[in-house]
């Protein structure tokens, strides 16, 4: 026969003859006390080569005292199933884990979990649970078979509520409650992350904001576009020193501190170049000479958002 470890078997003599025939049972040599035709053993398995090893029990046959026979009894002992089931555990929200029963080293594997309906087969499983989840795996070799479980962990990643203007080239990152594992960082776009939730100094343009929790869960990137603050230059200027317009300044030119400002006459000869930085605009001279009431022309670059403006306006002067 064969059993599994742990399992007991009955071993019985078919016929003993002639009548008055005793018989007693040994278990390794050793007697077991049994002198019956039918005893009832539980052999051990021995490790060996493979997943089986054979057990053997004798009978000793004697009549009348003079009469002696032995006959070994084979019992073919499968090992039972032992092992750990391994799998990655906690997660965050969104990733997969994988599960994996191959130490177990069985023949069949049956999973089974409420996250799903029916069964899976296969010695290794890859779930992606939204929430914490517990898992069974049924397997067999030869007679022995065994159920395990393994819980997987589902951490919730932190969540971005929205995107807060805080000043012209400054948002905060506004989260969602109850998500996620404090503390958290924060990170913009290819820049260094860190634990401040207000990104300073932003380029105008197309952004991707995204959070860090202690866990290493990320949140889902969020996208955000930084609206390019519109300059607005002046039609006309009249520097004659009565504090009203007395330079061409250019409405919000100081947003883009990198602009290059470049002033022409009507000849397209060039009287001032400037940052958008300068403390103040153009102040209608040329070489210390002030220059006379006309039309004047500009040419306004701007890098950062890659546009350049042109165009005229007129000095005054009363």
């Given at each position: 026969?064969?059993?599994?470890?742990?399992?007991?078997?009955?071993?019985?003599?078919?016929s003993v003859s002639p009548a008055?025939?005793?018989?007693?049972?040994?278990?390794?040599?050793?007697?077991?006390?049994?002198?019956?035709?039918?005893?009832?053993?539980?052999?051990?398995?021995?490790?060996?080569?493979?997943?089986?090893?054979?057990?053997?029990?004798?009978?000793?046959?004697?009549?009348?005292?003079?009469?002696?026979?032995y006959y070994d009894v084979e019992v073919k002992v499968d090992e039972p199933l032992r092992g750990t089931l391994q799998a990655q555990s906690p997660i965050c929200e969104g990733n997969s884990s994988?599960?994996?029963?191959?130490?177990?080293?069985?023949?069949?594997?049956?999973?089974?979990?409420?996250?799903?309906?029916?069964?899976?087969?296969?010695?290794?499983?890859?779930?992606?649970?939204?929430?914490?989840?517990?898992?069974?795996?049924?397997?067999?070799?030869?007679?022995?078979?065994?159920?395990?479980s393994i819980t997987v962990q589902v951490n919730t990643k932190p969540r971005i509520s929205y995107i807060d203007s805080i000043d012209i080239r400054a948002r905060e990152i506004v989260m969602l409650p109850d998500y996620g594992t404090h503390p958290f960082t924060y990170g913009v776009d290819n820049e260094p992350i860190d634990n401040n939730a207000i990104k300073e100094n932003l380029v105008f343009g197309k952004h991707s904001f995204y959070v860090i929790d202690a866990l290493g869960c990320h949140s889902d990137a969020l996208d955000y576009f930084l609206e390019a603050i519109k300059i607005i230059p002046p039609p006309f200027f009249s520097p004659n020193g009565d504090g009203d317009n007395d330079t061409w300044d250019i409405i919000n030119i100081k947003v883009y501190p990198n602009a290059v400002v470049t002033i022409y006459d009507r000849f397209g000869k060039k009287l001032a170049e400037y940052k958008g930085s300068a403390e103040s605009g153009w102040d209608g001279t040329y070489l210390g000479r002030e220059m006379p009431t006309t039309d004047y022309w500009y040419v306004i670059e701007i890098k950062e958002i890659n546009k350049e403006y042109t165009g005229h306006f007129t000095l005054l002067r009363r």
């Open positions: 026969q064969t059993i599994c470890e742990g399992e007991s078997v009955t071993l019985s003599l078919k008055g025939t005793t018989v007693e049972w040994f278990d390794q040599g050793v007697s077991m006390n049994e002198f019956s035709e039918t005893i009832i053993a539980t052999p051990t398995f021995t490790p060996g080569s493979g997943h089986q090893s054979v057990y053997t029990y004798r009978v000793k046959a004697n009549y009348s005292n003079c009469d002696e026979k994988r599960l994996d029963a191959s130490n177990y080293d069985a023949t069949s594997y049956i999973w089974r979990s409420v996250s799903y309906s029916g069964e899976k087969s296969g010695v290794e499983q890859i779930e992606r649970p939204t929430l914490t989840t517990e898992y069974y795996v049924e397997m067999s070799r030869g007679t022995c078979s065994h159920t395990d």
